[in-house]
């Protein structure tokens, strides 16, 4: 019986790993999959595991043919794009190290049958140059999540490269007494949404320079106390109004932009985002951000192809940046 139950789990493993729509593994080819575990069975006895495995839910379809008959796996939880798109996040996160994104890319792979699994790797570049070497990163990222769960202050390293003479790959070593609010996957980078204890507001730490995670018994401080969130913490607001994750006073701004841009507009502040005509050549809109250097450069970033219009303080602020900037050529 037990040999039974056995050879039955073995069909589902190689139908479900080997098999796909254009692979169909054949009777045959089960059989002597079998043998080399040291189970012998008839052809029948494949069609009666095959039987038992789709009434208990599994889409295995069954092709009647001489040349190329046999069993395939017809649907998974994760479709060949979905695993694709998977697949990419992971390369392309700099918060995971080359070794731990190996690892997670042969678990996705998993996902879908060695077939498709091969044609997808195929298509897979990882490049090391971009990713951290904090091995520890599971660990940091998993007590970061239970400290918030939990509403502890934690306490850690943070990790800054040095610039020097000659060019030596030395850090900074700085500890931190934080009380964590969320932690954010945004410009392919992790951070951590927290409150340092010596101040009354909110910073952005990226999660792959953060070592040696100690969660406090000491309790985190409401978060509306260091913010404008006054009951909980708005991870989709507050990620939507940072610039190149620069913390800041949250302020309404109006800017003017050739209509050019409105889809650059869109991506960034959401389908939503109210856009009314401004002259013949321009539209403008009106959004709530978090006022920063971060945003400065964004605004900067398109030249003259937009302007603010309120409030003056802002556009003050860039006009003084373009002009330190135009000195930097004279």
């Not at 052809?43 to 599994?58: C, F, H, N, P």
């Not at 140059?129 to 990163?137: G, L, M, P, R, V």
Request: aromatic fraction near 10%; include cysteine.
């Amino acid at each position: 019986m037990a040999e039974k139950k056995l050879k039955t789990l073995l069909v589902f493993k190689y139908i479900d790993e080997f098999s796909d729509e254009a692979h169909p593994l054949s009777t045959s080819q089960i059989i002597e999959m079998l043998a080399n575990e040291g189970i012998k069975c008839e052809r029948k006895s494949i069609y009666a595991d095959v039987k038992t495995l789709k009434e208990i839910g599994y889409d295995i379809v069954s092709i009647k043919s001489p040349i190329n008959g046999g069993f395939f796996m017809a649907s998974r939880k994760f479709e060949i794009p979905e695993v694709r798109l998977l697949i990419d996040a992971v390369t392309s996160a700099g918060f995971i190290t080359p070794k731990k994104t190996q690892s997670l890319v042969e678990k996705l792979e998993s996902l879908v049958s060695k077939n498709q699994a091969n044609s997808i790797v195929t298509q897979v570049y990882i490049d090391s140059s971009t990713k951290c070497d904090n091995e520890e990163i599971y660990y940091i990222i998993d007590a970061l999540h239970k400290a918030i769960q939990d509403r502890k202050k934690v306490k850690f390293i943070y990790k800054r490269r040095n610039i020097d003479v000659e060019n030596k790959k030395n850090y900074t070593e700085k500890t931190f007494t934080v009380s964590p609010y969320a932690l954010i996957w945004k410009d392919d980078h992790y951070y951590l949404i927290c409150n340092n204890q010596k101040y009354n507001n909110i910073m952005n730490l990226r999660v792959d320079r953060i070592r040696k995670v100690n969660t406090l018994d000491e309790s985190a401080r409401p978060v509306g106390e260091v913010s404008e969130y006054k009951n909980s913490f708005d991870v989709a607001d507050y990620s939507k109004k940072m610039f190149n994750m620069y913390s800041g006073k949250s302020d309404k701004i109006r800017i003017a932009c050739e209509l050019e841009l409105r889809e650059q507009i869109m991506d960034r502040f959401g389908a939503k985002v109210p856009l009314s005509a401004y002259d013949s050549s321009h539209f403008e809109t009106t959004v709530d951000v978090a006022v920063s250097d971060g945003l400065i450069a964004w605004l900067m970033s398109f030249g003259k192809k937009v302007r603010v219009l309120e409030p003056q303080y802002l556009a003050d602020a860039v006009k003084e940046r373009a002009q330190q900037i135009a000195k930097l050529y004279e």
